[in-house]
């Protein structure tokens, strides 16, 4: 089957530490998207890339950080920096800009 | 002023009814317009993709774009308690990798 995968579903994370989400997808598509959903809140882009290698920063991209080293995956690491990291973080891709598939999401909790 | 507004709610209407979900925008060079279903926890799902003006109909779903008024919508006929979920609206410029998103309606459907 054809999708997006993301893990863990749930991230516990202690002060100071940097974590990484996981995001993969097996609809060769070029585009991937991080996004950071907050509760009442629509989508906010974190990072995004258009093709291996390459990557732009979206609207909040401050203690964030990604790489993009195959097409199939697009890591997230969410840096000590990012201050309020608790959030349902979502992963998307598509062929090209217009239409945009998700994975099911991974929650970040700060213990 | 946001560059999608989309009304919060929540929308409570009894089972059979006819729904109205709606958005509002401010640039007119918007060419592509969509509507995702995100149910709780869950990633977003696209349901519903227009380009460009007029209407499309997927069974009980009809999406309507008015450019000239910068509105778009989404009815949804007989309405089903399995509707309740909170619905997005996005929209992107012509050869354009991002999505302006609204920030969500949530909709519930009374059994």
């Known amino acids: 089957d054809g999708g997006i995968t993301q893990s863990p579903k749930y991230l516990f994370r202690k002060e100071g530490q940097n974590v990484t989400l996981s995001c993969e997808q097996n609809?060769?598509?070029?585009?991937m998207y991080w996004y950071r959903q907050d509760p009442g809140q629509g989508l906010r882009l974190i990072y995004y890339?258009?093709?291996?290698?390459?990557?732009q920063k979206g609207d909040i991209a401050e203690g964030y950080s990604v790489s993009r080293e195959k097409k199939e995956s697009f890591p997230l690491t969410v840096t000590s920096a990012q201050k309020n990291p608790t959030a349902f973080y979502l992963c998307?891709?598509?062929?090209?800009?217009?239409?945009?598939?998700f994975g099911p999401g991974t929650r970040l909790l700060v213990l | 002023q946001k560059e999608v507004e989309q009304d919060p709610g929540p929308l409570s209407v009894p089972e059979g009814a006819i729904v109205s979900l709606n958005c509002t925008y401010s640039?007119?060079?918007?060419?592509?317009f969509m509507w995702y279903r995100q149910y709780s926890r869950k990633g977003p799902e696209l349901l519903m993709y227009?380009?460009s003006s007029g209407n499309k109909e997927d069974g009980r779903f009809t999406a309507q774009v008015d450019k000239s008024s910068k509105y778009i919508s989404l009815f949804i006929r007989d309405s089903q308690p399995s509707d309740s979920a909170t619905y997005l609206c996005?929209?992107?410029?012509?050869?354009?990798?991002?999505?302006?998103w609204g920030a969500g309606t949530k909709l519930i459907i009374k059994p």
């Open positions: 998307a891709s598509s062929i090209s800009g217009e239409t945009q598939y």
């Open positions: 609809l060769n598509h070029d585009a």
């Open positions: 890339s258009q093709i291996v290698n390459d990557f």
């Open positions: 640039n007119s060079a918007f060419q592509y």
């Open positions: 227009t380009y």
């Open positions: 996005a929209m992107s410029f012509d050869s354009n990798y991002q999505l302006i």
